[in-house]
């Protein structure tokens, strides 16, 4: 389990209450999609692995994703930016 923490200026926090009725339900709300949308993305292309490698798939969508072998964006940004190319 992982705790974030964001903090808001006061302008910031004033702005976010006048689109959201609740600051943090909003955010919590949008963090949770984004990564729903993630897991989504992940098992599928999990599940598509497995099958072209003739692999067994079990497990729950969250045991997929942890069991994944994926690259974090972090990690694949300094891939790009070690194997691209200075113009």
Known sequence: M???TIILSDAEDKALGFVA??????ID???KHRCSVAI???VNAEVQRKLAAGESIS???DDIVLAA?????AEQSLETSI???VI
């Open 2 to 4: 992982a705790t974030y």
């Open 21 to 26: 009725f609740s600051q943090q339900d909003w």
């Open 29 to 31: 709300n949008v963090v």
């Open 40 to 42: 989504d993305e992940i």
């Open 59 to 61: 497990g729950s969508k």
């Open 69 to 73: 072998p994926i690259k974090s964006a």
């Open 83 to 85: 194997t691209s190319p």
